[in-house]
């Protein structure tokens, strides 16, 4: 593969390359790599009922084209019209690695891309449809500022379409912490649909352009705000008033030091509030960024020429000072802040971060909530819901993490089908389905599927099953506010039967007692019994005895051990007993023997070594039936020598060489598991480690 630095490549721009992979003898030149000469889809959009738009790099020649995909699915057609094939500059990128925001209205595109081979022109530029074509100011650090764009969308401002804006996001350098080094700040930009440039100045350039800073923050220890500056993604919530649709976006931090990410959730409201706050004012290259204090000239540069607040036809009619004042203040001084002034969701000191975000609103029994499916780069999808508390206050819930991607590739692409109730995550490695709710995997009990709280489920008198708010069943219960089972699910029909398991150990060996609760927000604690007269108490772990996220791990088997244990899930105030582990504890044979002597000993040693390898490789992907299966073949042969106990003729009688049993019990083990791994996952509970989805 041929490598030029992109500095080489600068020397060889004037060659052009064409469109197809025969350029690239050509490309070499300006290819970094041989990778870079494919075309890179950068814009797709619906066009029309039989027609898409779609935008690549085009091998650093940006090209635009409709495809016909026919008028149904079953068409099966997928023809580019080489006499609709035109000229991409301006709606995609050149260079693969740059991303190109784009929105289609009607048969207009609003893009915001680098318009340059060395993505230095940075534009929001309209194009497409019947009106001349427009930009933004170019070369004007206040207007763009190295600008990476991450969404557009057109948001209704009033009955009257004349009132319609296109509102950008993006991070960009900042201009006004220029003198703190190159900051990055996350950006709104606004426009409005019928802008048709100046008439003197600004012509065929946005007259309507103005932009702000999107603050997302929390408060540190010291009093100062921590903030998150890179703005990954936006999504757009709709809601009843298509005027008001909730913006969700998802942040990540720029510093090496502090790393995180939020999500921030923001109304239309307050950035409406940001836009006819004050102008940012900068006197001259001396002067401080401050807010504008005289009179901002008539109409209020950032409104849209129409009825509904003024008399003006077009931005062409505006006045020359109006145009001229436009020009120099597209920066508001005031920027916006979240809802409740921090993030609806956030995680810090990981070392993922946040990529995307789709939202879905859920009607449940006590209101509706707002589902965040969150991407990571890591591959994983994080099913978040945000839960009020008193009035002005609010908890995170992560209902579920989902490993989707087990190459770990970062998602790049999300998007909720509400048809199919399925979620659609694409990665530079592949796409796939999620379904939005498994209310299965909470278990069949009322207190399980209670404290899951997924708004999409409810306990439906046998089973948890997705909840529908219009159909009327008696035993339907579902609280995600409180996910409070005391209340909800008392009655003896709700009670469900304490699974009870029997578990082999060997004095002096180790043991698991394994126990997963359903609920990722479950705190989970053990008790024992030693004998069923003597009381119940709680275990509490030291050196020996580690309580881990899956179970309790008895690092060395004493003879006392042994007894009944009970695993249970504490949540809310509700405890439920979901596991019963009758522990026999068995002397080591080796213990019985002279255990300072014989090369017998090393040879117990060495096979319990085995089968303690297997046994946490089991532990790795536990499934207790297999578990038990194993145990009850180890420790009947065991018995079986030691002469306690007589081998049970159904199981394959073991090979006396110790290795060999050792190594043919891990095969076995191996086929089991790959029986299992065969079946679906979805019947399966969750567990605190990410599933892997497509399994
Ligand atoms: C959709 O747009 C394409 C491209 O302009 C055009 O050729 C086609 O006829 C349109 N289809 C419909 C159904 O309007």
């Known amino acids: 593969m041929v490598t030029f630095s992109s500095l080489n490549c600068v020397k060889y721009v004037k060659h052009s390359c064409h469109k197809d992979c ?28 039989t027609h898409l738009y779609a935008c690549g790099t085009g091998a650093f020649h940006p090209t635009c084209a409709y495809v016909h995909v026919g008028q149904k699915l079953e068409d099966h057609v997928f023809r580019i019209d080489p006499s609709l094939v035109e000229d991409g500059k301006g709606k995609s990128p050149y260079d693969p690695r740059h991303n190109a925001a784009s929105v289609l209205i009607g048969d207009e595109l ?3 891309v680098a318009t340059d081979l060395m993505g230095r022109d940075f534009t929001i530029f309209r194009s497409l449809g019947h009106r001349p074509s427009i930009r933004t100011e170019q070369h004007d650090s206040r207007w763009l500022n190295e600008p990476k764009f991450i969404g557009a969308f057109a948001v209704p401002e009033s009955e009257n379409p004349d009132d319609d804006k296109v509102f950008f996001f993006f991070r960009e350098t900042a201009v006004e912490a220029q003198g703190f080094g190159k900051v990055t700040y996350a950006r709104i930009g606004q426009l409005c649909r019928n802008d048709m440039g100046g008439q003197r100045s600004l012509v065929n350039k946005w007259t309507t352009f103005l932009k702000t800073r999107l603050v997302c923050s929390v408060p540190g220890n010291d009093g100062s705000e921590t903030h998150f500056d890179e703005l990954r993604d936006v999504f757009l919530l709709q809601t009843r008033d298509r005027k008001n649709p909730l913006v969700y976006t998802v942040f990540s931090t720029s510093s090496s030091v502090f790393r995180g990410s939020a999500v921030c959730l923001y109304t239309m409201n307050d950035i409406r509030r940001a836009f006819l706050g004050p102008f940012a004012h900068k006197e001259g290259p001396n002067y401080q960024w401050v807010p504008f204090q005289g009179k901002v000239p008539y109409p209020r540069p950032g409104m849209c020429p129409s009825k509904t ?47 995307q975000i789709a939202v879905d609103r859920v009607n449940a029994a006590d209101g509706h909530y707002d589902v965040m499916f969150i991407g990571t780069d890591a591959g994983a999808v994080l099913k978040v819901i945000s839960v009020p508390k008193g009035t002005w206050s609010s908890t995170e819930l992560l209902l579920e993490e989902l490993q989707v991607f087990k190459d770990s590739s970062s998602i790049i692409n999300m998007q909720i089908s509400s048809k199919r109730q399925q979620l659609y995550v694409g990665s530079e490695t592949g796409v796939a389905q999620v379904a939005l709710h498994r209310c299965s995997m909470y278990g069949k009990a009322c207190a399980e ?44 029909h709700h009670k469900q039967r304490v699974v009870e398991r029997k578990l082999y150990g060997v004095e002096g060996s180790s043991s698991f007692l394994e126990c997963l609760p359903k609920s990722l927000q479950a705190q989970v604690t053990w008790t024992y019994q030693r004998h069923p007269n003597n009381p119940r108490e709680e275990v509490h772990p030291d050196d020996r005895v580690l309580q881990t996220e899956r179970g309790l791990l008895l690092r060395r088997v004493l003879r006392r051990d042994g007894g009944v244990y009970q695993c249970h899930a504490m949540e ?47 532990v790795d992907h536990p499934n207790l039936t297999t578990v038990d299966q194993i145990c009850e073949q180890v420790w009947s042969r065991k018995r079986g020598q030691s002469g306690k106990a007589v081998p049970d003729p159904s199981i394959e009688a073991p090979p006396t060489d110790a290795l060999h049993s050792g190594h043919k019990k891990w095969k076995h083990l191996k086929e089991v598991r790959k029986g299992r791994n065969r079946r679906t996952h979805d019947g399966r509970p969750a567990s605190r480690a990410p599933r892997n989805a497509g399994e």
């Open 110 to 112: 609003y893009s915001g």
């Open 572 to 618: 809310h105030g509700f405890t439920q007993t979901l596991l019963g582990i009758t522990l026999e504890v068995l002397p080591s044979t080796s213990s019985a023997s002279n255990p300072h002597s014989s090369s017998h000993s090393q040879g117990q040693a060495t096979n319990q070594k085995l089968w303690y390898r297997d046994f946490m490789q089991l």
């Open 449 to 492: 599927c209670c404290l899951a709280r997924d708004p999409y489920c409810a306990w439906d008198g046998h089973a948890c099953t997705r909840y529908l708010p219009n159909t009327k069943r008696r035993f339907r219960r579902q609280d995600v506010r409180n996910g409070d089972p005391n209340t909800l699910c008392s009655g003896d």
């Open 22 to 49: 025969v350029c690239v003898c050509v490309c070499v030149f300006v290819c970094v790599l041989q990778t870079d000469c494919v075309n890179y889809v950068k814009v797709l959009h619906h066009f029309n009922r």
């Open 309 to 355: 607040f003024g008399s003006f036809e077009s931005t062409k009619g505006f006045p020359d000072n109006v145009i001229q004042f436009a020009r120099h203040h597209p920066l508001m001084y005031n920027p916006v802040t979240p809802l409740g002034s921090r993030p609806v969701f956030m995680r810090t000191g990981i070392s993922h971060s946040f990529t």
